[in-house]
């Protein structure tokens, strides 16, 4: 059974760090790449950042690019997002997702298992 469970959210002010962990079992961590979304209220859930199967690839929405850094820790099965000079825009719930299909990509029907969510909330 697949699991994926994201932590690390919270409340934060403008301009602050948080660092998100999404924790992977019942699959070979190394067959799939995966991937960052968030979603707010009454909006689609959207793509923030992505890292291929072997961690060499990396991709990133426009709007968090030098802000934010996706990672992957094979040894604890474990995938991160660094994010940085936060802002009230980056107040959503963010998801991991998992798939063995394409690389880095930024549309949700490539990834098969997606976690529980998280929610991040900035202040102003």
């Known amino acids: 059974q697949v699991q994926l469970v994201e932590s690390g959210g919270g409340l934060v002010q403008a301009g602050g760090s948080l660092r998100l962990s999404c924790a992977a079992s019942?699959?070979?961590?190394?067959?799939?790449?995966m991937g960052w979304f968030r979603q707010v209220p009454g909006k689609e859930r959207e793509f923030v950042a992505a890292?291929?199967?072997?961690?060499?690839?990396?991709r990133y929405t426009d709007a968090v690019k030098g802000r934010f850094t996706v990672s992957r820790d094979f040894a604890k099965s474990t995938m991160y997002l660094q994010m940085t000079s936060l802002k009230p825009e980056d107040t959503a719930v963010y998801f991991c997702?998992?798939?063995?299909?394409?690389?880095?990509?930024?549309?949700?029907?490539?990834?098969?298992?997606w976690g529980q969510g998280t929610q991040v909330t900035v202040s102003s």
């Open positions: 997702a998992a798939g063995s299909r394409g690389t880095t990509e930024i549309e949700r029907h490539w990834y098969d298992y």
């Open positions: 019942g699959r070979t961590f190394s067959d799939d790449n």
């Open positions: 890292i291929s199967r072997s961690g060499f690839v990396t």
